[in-house]
């Protein structure tokens, strides 16, 4: 039986106003304008593994990417269940590599041992302090950073976001990603998302709009998803 897959995992690059969005073992890139429809896609649906060569072979381009986030320049994380690998995705030109890894969360980050984490990771999106990154499972979240790789208390969406509180965002996240606008990010859950504006360590974030389909809000996307496995 097939399953219809919208937005698994996502990451903005370095380069302005492009996102990477993973739809498991496919992915796209696109140029988006927050608050805007002005989308346009810049790479067609594709197979991971076609355009990230050092990925082919491994869980990431097999089974897919079920969360990422992006670390300095043009470097991320990315995770398949219980795998994790730090990449250079080198934008743009076919020569990303694996920095680290393939290994497993608890090995990439040991503050994340004996966790809800460790198991798999939902979504994340960069903070606007150091290196500090939010991450989600289920309906938990912490915030660890990626350089120590030292995590926070975890605690439910709703006590650290409020305002998810009532939504479909309230028991989960299927996915995130920070804009290229600071303190916004996006989040997704099955077909839908909201644009969010953060105030990191504190509990008066505000959406941005209304929760919406995701091919209204990001009309480039129409005929791509949902995508059938």
Same mark, same amino acid.
């Given at each position: 039986?097939?399953?219809?897959?919208?937005?698994?995992?996502?990451?903005?690059?370095?380069?302005?106003?492009?996102?990477?969005?993973?739809?498991?073992?496919?992915?796209?890139?696109?140029?988006?304008?927050?608050?805007?429809?002005?989308?346009?896609?810049?790479?067609?649906?594709?197979?991971?593994?076609?355009?990230?060569?050092?990925?082919?072979?491994?869980?990431?381009?097999?089974?897919?990417?079920?969360?990422?986030?992006?670390?300095?320049?043009?470097?991320?994380?990315?995770?398949?269940?219980?795998?994790?690998?730090?990449?250079?995705?080198?934008?743009?030109?076919?020569?990303?590599?694996?920095?680290?890894?393939?290994?497993?969360?608890?090995?990439? /980050? %040991?503050? @994340? +041992?004996? $966790?809800? #984490?460790?198991? &798999?990771? !939902?979504?994340? *999106?960069? =903070?606007?302090?150091?290196?500090?990154?939010?991450?989600?499972?289920?309906?938990?979240?912490?915030?660890?950073?990626?350089?120590?790789?030292?995590?926070?208390?975890?605690?439910?969406?709703?006590?650290? /976001? %409020?305002? @998810? +509180?009532? $939504?479909? #965002?309230?028991? &989960?996240? !299927?996915?995130? *990603?920070? =804009?290229?606008?600071?303190?916004?990010?996006?989040?997704?859950?099955?077909?839908?998302?909201?644009?969010?504006?953060?105030?990191?360590?504190?509990?008066?974030?505000?959406?941005?709009?209304?929760?919406?389909?995701?091919?209204?809000?990001?009309?480039?996307?129409?005929?791509?998803?949902?995508?059938?496995?």
């Amino acid at each position: 039986m097939s399953a219809t897959v919208y937005i698994n995992a996502a990451f903005p690059s370095i380069k302005p106003f492009q996102v990477y969005f993973f739809m498991k073992n496919k992915y796209v890139r696109l140029y988006y304008i927050p608050g805007e429809s002005g989308d346009e896609l810049l790479t067609p649906l594709e197979l991971v593994s076609a355009g990230f060569p050092s990925l082919a072979g491994t869980p990431f381009a097999e089974q897919g990417i079920d969360c990422s986030f992006n670390t300095e320049g043009s470097e991320a994380y990315i995770f398949s269940a219980r795998n994790c690998a730090y990449i250079d995705y080198a934008p743009n030109t076919g020569n990303d590599r694996i920095l680290v890894g393939p290994t497993t969360i608890a090995e990439m /980050f %040991p503050g @994340l +041992k004996n $966790t809800v #984490f460790a198991e &798999g990771v !939902d979504g994340a *999106f960069r =903070s606007t302090i150091d290196k500090e990154v939010y991450i989600f499972k289920g309906n938990h979240y912490t915030r660890i950073f990626y350089d120590t790789k030292i995590p926070g208390d975890i605690a439910d969406i709703t006590e650290g /976001f %409020p305002v @998810l +509180k009532g $939504t479909i #965002f309230e028991n &989960g996240i !299927d996915a995130c *990603f920070s =804009s290229h606008v600071e303190n916004e990010v996006y989040l997704f859950k099955g077909d839908e998302y909201v644009r969010m504006k953060v105030t990191p360590h504190a509990t008066n974030d505000t959406l941005v709009g209304d929760v919406t389909p995701i091919v209204e809000g990001w009309p480039s996307l129409k005929g791509i998803l949902p995508v059938t496995e």
